[in-house]
């Protein structure tokens, strides 16, 4: 059993900042890519950025040159920042940890309830 849990999500104007930190727990051997993704009402969880253990990262196109995604292996931890922020960057964030079983290492995944981030004036 895994847990996630997210934090550092708020209300910001537009061109703020905020820096979104996601902490996984419990049974955490064997954690693999982990990454954020955001959902509006409506609309399809869409992924914003993921990052392997070994530190590969892959951004959405809407959020590259805004957006910087890392981690801390030892603390199991991933952080996103969020830079220049977009009233159409408002959404709630999850973060989601991949943990591959054993004996075959398929890959399960793990969601955290997500937190609210709001770009307003």
């Known amino acids: 059993q895994v847990q996630v849990v997210e934090s550092g999500g708020g209300l910001v104007q537009p061109g703020g900042s905020l820096r979104l930190s996601c902490v996984a727990s419990g049974r955490i051997s064997g954690i693999d890519d982990m990454g954020w993704y955001r959902q509006v009402p409506g609309k399809q969880r869409e992924l914003v950025a993921s990052?392997?253990?070994?530190?590969?990262?892959n951004y959405d196109d809407s959020v590259k040159g805004r957006f910087t995604i890392s981690r801390d292996n030892a603390k199991n931890e991933v952080d996103l920042q969020m830079n220049s922020l977009k009233p159409e960057d408002t959404a709630v964030y999850y973060c989601?940890?991949?943990?591959?079983?054993?004996?075959?290492?398929?890959?399960?995944?793990?969601w955290g309830q997500g937190t609210q981030v709001t770009v307003s004036s």
């Open positions: 989601k940890a991949s943990r591959k079983i054993p004996p075959w290492n398929t890959l399960y995944d793990y």
């Open positions: 990052i392997t253990p070994g530190g590969w990262t």
